[in-house]
């Protein structure tokens, strides 16, 4: 089904086309947005430089035709290519926060930044930090664009944040995140695998989205996840290679007192049987339940 710019006048007719079209071909979502009207939407939102939260004050205004022919274009790429609408328009948010992104990074989409976000750091009630002012250092593991890292700048005012990424072409992109974040006095970029850049460093909180699709899901993945970095993805055969390494060598480098937040994806029971000694602490987000855990330096006997 095709359409001729001159058919469609409005926001809302340029939504109701683009959701017909992307469910006609079946295409995969879960990069940045949750299904096709909400991947319609911020690929027409942030074509046209619009707030990308909320599409309804909008959806009366009329396009013009130049617009038309530019988003029905995006439109059809989204398609045709099967490419995610973040690596179209260049540009994610995470918690209203926006990154550069293109394919040398992942689309940001961790559950770990709704979490910072969330009552559990500083808010009332049950808290894992209840004062984000007292957190001195931060280290991200595996930083991609430099999203988690440049989230945790923001949470953590009185923080210094290490960053590590082993791809050099994501720290390109991590580095103009950083640039650009306001944040940059604050924030520290490595190239190296896991650890090894910052060996004899202690924080008091480490983030980490590591890569933890597992061998068969790397097979299935939708047309839209090769377009990710594979090495972003890939987490070997259970997904939780990486993970596994991470476990081993936290417990240096987490001060009295500090902890690991870490997203594992499905690999929950896994885990919990290859480490009965671990006392994990699940959470759950709007779009995830268990997928993250939470563990203090004590639980290692720290
Ligand atoms: C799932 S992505 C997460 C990126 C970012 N933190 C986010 O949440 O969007 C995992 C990242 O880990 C990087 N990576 C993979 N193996 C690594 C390793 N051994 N050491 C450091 N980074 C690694 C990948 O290049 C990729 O950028």
Same mark, same amino acid.
């Given at each position: 089904?095709?359409?001729?710019? %001159?058919?469609?006048?409005? *926001?809302?007719?340029?939504?109701?086309?683009?959701?017909?079209? @992307?469910?006609?071909?079946? #295409?995969?979502? $879960?990069? $940045?947005?949750?299904?096709?009207?909400?991947?319609?939407?911020?690929?027409?939102?942030?074509?046209?430089?619009?707030? +990308?939260?909320?599409?309804?004050?909008?959806?009366?205004?009329?396009?013009?035709?130049?617009?038309?022919?530019?988003?029905?274009?995006?439109?059809?790429?989204?398609?045709?290519?099967?490419?995610?609408?973040?690596? #179209?328009?260049?540009?994610?948010?995470?918690?209203? *926060?926006? @990154?550069?992104?293109?394919?040398?990074? *992942?689309?940001?989409?961790? @559950? *770990?930044?709704?979490? #910072?976000?969330?009552?559990?750091?500083?808010?009332?009630?049950?808290?894992? +930090?209840?004062?984000?002012?007292?957190?001195?250092?931060?280290?991200?593991?595996?930083?991609?664009?430099?999203?988690?890292?440049?989230?945790?700048?923001?949470?953590?005012?009185?923080?210094?944040?290490?960053?590590?990424?082993?791809?050099?072409?994501?720290?390109?992109?991590?580095?103009?995140?950083?640039?650009?974040? $306001?944040?940059?006095?604050?924030?520290?970029?490595?190239?190296?695998? #896991? @650890?090894?850049?910052?060996?004899? =460093?202690?924080?008091?909180? &480490?983030?980490?989205?590591?890569?933890?699709?597992?061998?068969?899901?790397?097979?299935?993945?939708?047309?839209?996840?090769?377009?990710?970095?594979?090495?972003?993805?890939?987490?070997?055969?259970?997904?939780? %290679?990486?993970?596994?390494? &991470?476990?081993?060598?936290?417990?240096?480098?987490?001060?009295?007192?500090? $902890?690991?937040?870490?997203?594992?994806?499905?690999?929950?029971?896994?885990?919990?049987?290859?480490?009965?000694?671990?006392?994990?602490?699940?959470?759950?987000?709007?779009?995830?339940?268990? =997928?993250?855990?939470?563990?203090?330096?004590?639980?290692?006997?720290?």
């Amino acid at each position: 089904m095709k359409a001729h710019a %001159d058919d469609l006048i409005s *926001i809302r007719d340029m939504l109701r086309f683009a959701v017909s079209r @992307f469910t006609e071909a079946g #295409l995969a979502f $879960g990069q $940045g947005t949750t299904g096709a009207v909400d991947e319609a939407a911020f690929l027409i939102l942030e074509s046209l430089h619009l707030p +990308v939260d909320d599409i309804n004050p909008w959806a009366d205004a009329r396009l013009t035709k130049a617009e038309r022919e530019a988003l029905l274009a995006r439109i059809e790429e989204r398609v045709s290519k099967r490419k995610p609408a973040a690596y #179209l328009t260049r540009k994610a948010y995470i918690q209203g *926060i926006p @990154f550069h992104v293109d394919e040398r990074v *992942i689309v940001p989409r961790s @559950f *770990i930044g709704e979490l #910072l976000f969330s009552d559990l750091f500083g808010g009332e009630g049950f808290t894992l +930090v209840p004062d984000p002012s007292s957190i001195g250092r931060v280290l991200d593991l595996c930083s991609g664009s430099g999203c988690l890292a440049i989230l945790a700048a923001h949470v953590f005012p009185n923080a210094e944040v290490d960053a590590v990424e082993l791809s050099p072409q994501a720290a390109e992109v991590a580095r103009l995140n950083i640039a650009e974040s $306001g944040y940059a006095d604050r924030l520290r970029l490595y190239e190296g695998d #896991l @650890f090894q850049p910052v060996a004899k =460093e202690r924080y008091d909180l &480490i983030l980490t989205n590591p890569p933890y699709v597992d061998a068969e899901a790397m097979e299935a993945l939708p047309p839209e996840f090769r377009h990710e970095p594979a090495m972003a993805l890939d987490g070997g055969e259970d997904g939780l %290679d990486i993970v596994r390494r &991470i476990l081993a060598e936290v417990p240096r480098h987490l001060n009295p007192g500090g $902890g690991l937040l870490c997203e594992i994806g499905r690999g929950r029971e896994i885990l919990e049987d290859d480490y009965p000694e671990l006392d994990f602490f699940w959470l759950d987000t709007a779009e995830s339940e268990g =997928e993250v855990f939470w563990l203090t330096a004590d639980k290692f006997g720290r």
